[in-house]
């Protein structure tokens, strides 16, 4: 890898901000405006322009690789259920409080639904390519899941409406107005709360374990409440809020039978390829070719690796390879990884 070049895992972290870079790049006429300042339009043009010189080797690197794991998918002979990408985008989904909040995230994204999918299933590939030699029996699966059961069994879990407003005066009267026959938190909820995030849901959050439910003061206040309760005004800092809980979901302990699918893709990551390793690997046997001269340092990334007669002494790019930097990893899983496992979602 030459001076200055990015890091080959490193440009599949924000995997999915360069995809949609990549898709602005490429989209659209030169001469359509992105933007009107008192009169005078910014061209796309333009903006393209300053955008592939602030982007551009990171975006060509990420679509260079994104090809690389593509092609390498394609000759493995592995197979991609969709089961299994709708699997995963529900528990994204799950990540949201209603579908309402999903699309409008999808929205604020400027991506459909569609774009999601394919990002999930390109998920998916890495998985299977870093774990395509993993071998392992149903003792194994067994033992880890023995082993890390505490991320497999569900906490208990929570769903809670919230109304945020910024004075005590404000959040007395709401409280009271609450207390009053037919009161409707949810509708308060749209007029009143600063929250921006959920306020236009009712100030309804998802699902989620109650030690993860913030701020601290809310939690603590949450623990000790029954469904259909709705709290006083609690201080966080300059704000109040007042807490509906709408739900409580006692813990679960995991059955090995019925989280035997997750245990063992969670197995099959904890004992994979790094995805450094995978990428490097991909680009050292690739042929690439980058035409664009503004983006000639990409082409330090994939020059073709010709091995020299060391006379004793290391080869050539052994320095580089020891002070190459190990991946750290992804955003666990939503349910919590197991302990040194890592995840590409």
């Not at 690789?65 to 259920?81: C, I, K, T, W, Y």
């Not at 990540?95 to 998920?123: C, G, H, V, Y």
């Amino acid at each position: 890898m030459g001076k200055g070049a990015i890091p080959l895992h490193k440009t599949l972290r924000g995997a999915a901000v360069c995809f949609l870079a990549a898709l602005v790049l490429m989209g659209g006429c030169g001469q359509q405006p992105v933007a009107v300042v008192n009169g005078q339009k910014i061209a796309k043009a333009e903006f393209m322009n300053r955008l592939k010189k602030a982007a551009g080797p990171q975006v060509l690197t990420d679509l260079i690789l994104r090809a690389l794991v593509e092609d390498a998918f394609a000759r493995s002979g592995l197979q991609l259920p969709e089961q299994e990408v709708q699997e995963r985008l529900k528990e994204v989904q799950a990540e949201f409080p209603s579908p309402e909040a999903f699309n409008e995230w999808l929205t604020s994204r400027a991506i459909t639904l569609d774009d999601l999918q394919k990002e999930l299933a390109f998920q998916i590939k890495l998985e299977r390519l870093r774990s395509k030699d993993v071998k392992y029996s149903e003792a194994d699966l067994k033992k880890f899941f023995q082993e890390n059961r505490k991320f497999f069994d569900k906490p208990e879990r929570v769903v809670v409406s919230q109304i945020v407003v910024s004075s005590k005066q404000e959040a007395d009267k709401i409280y009271q107005d609450l207390q009053k026959p037919g009161a409707n938190f949810a509708a308060m909820a749209r007029q009143y709360s600063i929250d921006a995030m959920f306020r236009q849901f009712g100030g309804r959050l998802p699902e989620m374990p109650t030690d993860r439910l913030m701020p601290p003061e809310v939690q603590a206040v949450v623990r000790g409440m029954q469904p259909g309760r709705i709290s006083q005004p609690i201080k966080v800092g300059e704000s109040y809020y007042i807490v509906k809980l709408e739900a409580r979901k006692p813990a679960e302990k995991a059955v090995f039978e019925k989280v035997r699918n997750e245990v063992e893709r969670q197995f099959r990551l904890r004992n994979a390829k790094p995805v450094e390793a995978l990428l490097k690997e991909l680009a050292d046997q690739a042929s690439v070719q980058v035409l664009d001269p503004e983006l000639a340092e990409v082409q330090k990334q994939f020059l073709p690796k010709t091995k020299l007669p060391t006379f004793g002494g290391e080869g050539p790019g052994q320095e580089q390879r020891q002070g190459q930097q190990q991946p750290s990893g992804a955003t666990p899983a939503p349910s919590g990884t197991p302990s040194g496992q890592t995840d590409t979602r």
